[in-house]
Every structure is written in C-alpha cells, then in structure tokens.
C-alpha cells in the first residue's frame, strides 16, 4: 500500500513513526513543507541559498530503521551543537543533520538525491520527499497580531513569525504563489493510495502543501483515498480555531479537496457534532480514538496513532 504524508515538524514525524510501525508492508513517502525561516535552516538557508533541512531532516530521523546501528546514525542527524561557554561558534544551534543534508545537496546538485542518500545512511522505512524544488516564504494576513492594535488587519511575513504571531489569521499564501513542485512528490501523489494530512501547524505545515498549484492538481486528481488527522489543541497561529474550523480551512484554500476519514482524539475535539458535520461537509466520516501521549500533553503517541490507523487504512485493502 502506497501513502503519502504531507506535513512538518513535530506533527509529521508522529504521523511517520505511526505508519513506520506498521511494518514494510507500507510504501511511506513523506512530502515536507520547504518554508523553514528560523533557526539553523533559516541561516543555512541565507547563508547558502539551500532549501531549509530541519523539517526534511525530522522525517529522515522518523523513518530510521529500528536497528541501533541506524538509530545512532538518526540520533546523530538530530544532534544539535550548543554553546560551550566559551566565544560564540558558527556550529552554535546547528544540527549534524542539517549541516549534512546541505553538504549531499551542494555534492550531488539535486535535493531529492541529497534526500534519498540520507535515507540510505538510516536505512528508512521510507522515501523523504521537499513539496517544492525551490524554497518558499509564508507571508500571512493576520488580525491583532500587534497587541496594540488588536482590530487592525497586518501582514506578516516569514514561517517563524506567522507561527507565533498572536491574533487571528484571515488569510496565507506562499511567495513565490506557484513554486515549482517537486516532481517526485507529484509522482508519488498520483501513485498512492492513501493521502495523509496532518497533524502538524495547520497554516504553516498543512496548508501550505495545497497552495502548490502542480501539487494541489494532483492531490485532487488523486484516485487515491484522503485522511485528514486534526490536531490535539491549537497553536499560536490557530488560536481560538475550533476543530470544525481547522476542516473548514482545508476547504477554504483547496475547494475541490474531498476527504474520506477525519481522525481525532475524542477527548481533544470534546462535542463531536460539530466536527462530524465538518467532516460530512468534505466528504468524509469522523473516526475518534485515543491517540495522545499518556501524561496529558497535546502530542500524538505514535503507537497509538498507529493502533486507530490500521482499521482506517487497512479498510481499503
């Protein structure tokens, strides 16, 4: 079974260690947002005019074979140089894995091959994949992002600010507005047989992937099925968003999407009506389970994600 999973960061790397869980039955391909301004993949993308690893370099380190061998490799990839209480150093706040994704990528000349010779050094559970060949900006139209100014309508301009910019987000579009998509990734959606959606920062991980317009057009052409994971609280730039309306944002952007499964933690989503009729709205039944860690954290737990998943996806063998 082929599945495709969109996303970044935190969210898409529970959502990758689910399906890794559930053997090599599953062919994975991750497609990941390539809009990274801030920290170490905001200066290697300045100073080096690469696409920004850390979200790239994340996903790698989910789809690490269990082997300790690989797992050290992964762990190394994640590694992140700190300050050693002497003078300021150019390694401070970088990762292993970003320094080395952007060496393979000025060696071989091509992201995806850079890409695919990581995933050999961990052996992964599956193929890495940028949604855009070339690196994109996030610029968002935000009301009460200035405190001061809480009725007044700003734009505000990079990943990282929209993503802990207070107020409410009215509207998000990527710069260039038709970045090339990757190919590879174009592929694979047109292959799969499952498309994944989330969890992961709706405006700034989920979102951006359906305003590619050559990826957009596949995702709706796509015979495959579409399951839409929602989050477990909301974030910054998702502040005072319901459940209902993190669906109805998918919507807003991408009006030709239809979904077949929304899946959400039932104690996170409280009244499930609202969401249901959401769902409904996209074509799509609500499925509830338990998936959160344990100690009560907004985080998925990948075991138990990967439990509710495999009655969803194995429903379509």
């Known amino acids: 079974m082929r599945v495709v999973a969109f996303g970044g960061g935190h969210g898409l790397s529970a959502s990758l260690r689910a399906l890794r869980g559930q053997g090599r039955d599953l062919d994975i391909t991750a497609v990941v947002t390539v809009a990274d301004d801030g920290g170490s993949s905001g200066r290697l993308r300045a100073e080096r005019s690469a696409l920004p690893p850390g979200d790239l370099r994340q996903a790698l380190a989910a789809l690490a074979a269990e082997r300790p061998d690989t797992q050290q ?25 970003n320094l080395v994704l952007v060496g393979l ?31 994109v900006g996030i610029e968002a139209d935000i009301r009460g992002a200035d405190p001061r100014r809480p009725g007044m309508l700003l734009t505000v301009v990079g990943q990282h600010a929209v993503a802990v910019a207070p107020g409410h987000v009215e509207a998000v579009r990527l710069t260039p507005a038709d970045p090339p998509a990757c190919p590879e990734a174009v592929a694979a959606v ?102 959160a860690v344990a100690d009560g954290s907004p985080r998925h737990d990948p075991a138990a994600l990967g439990k509710a998943l495999v009655p969803v996806l194995g429903a379509s063998r």
Do not use: C
């Not at 992140?80 to 706040?93: I, K, M, Q, T, V």
């Open 73 to 97: 490799t992964a762990e190394l990839f994640q590694h992140r140089f700190a300050p050693d209480g002497r003078d300021h150093s150019s390694l401070d706040g970088h990762t292993v894995g």
């Open 105 to 135: 990528m000025e060696q071989l000349g091509d992201p995806v091959s850079a890409l695919d010779h990581a995933a050999r050094m961990v052996d992964a559970s599956g193929r890495v994949l940028p949604m855009a060949v070339k690196a």
């Open 190 to 291: 047109e292959a799969a047989d499952w498309l994944i959606f989330g969890p992961g920062s709706w405006y700034t991980s989920v979102i951006p992937h359906l305003l590619v317009p050559e990826l957009a057009a596949a995702i709706v052409a796509s015979p495959a099925r579409r399951l839409v994971t929602l989050n477990l609280a909301a974030e910054p730039e998702t502040w005072g968003l319901s459940a209902a309306d993190h669906l109805a944002a998918l919507r807003w952007y991408l009006p030709a999407l239809k979904v077949d499964t929304v899946l959400a933690d039932g104690t996170a989503v409280g009244d499930p009506e609202p969401v249901r009729r959401a769902a409904e709205s996209l074509g799509a039944r609500l499925v509830l389970a338990p998936v």
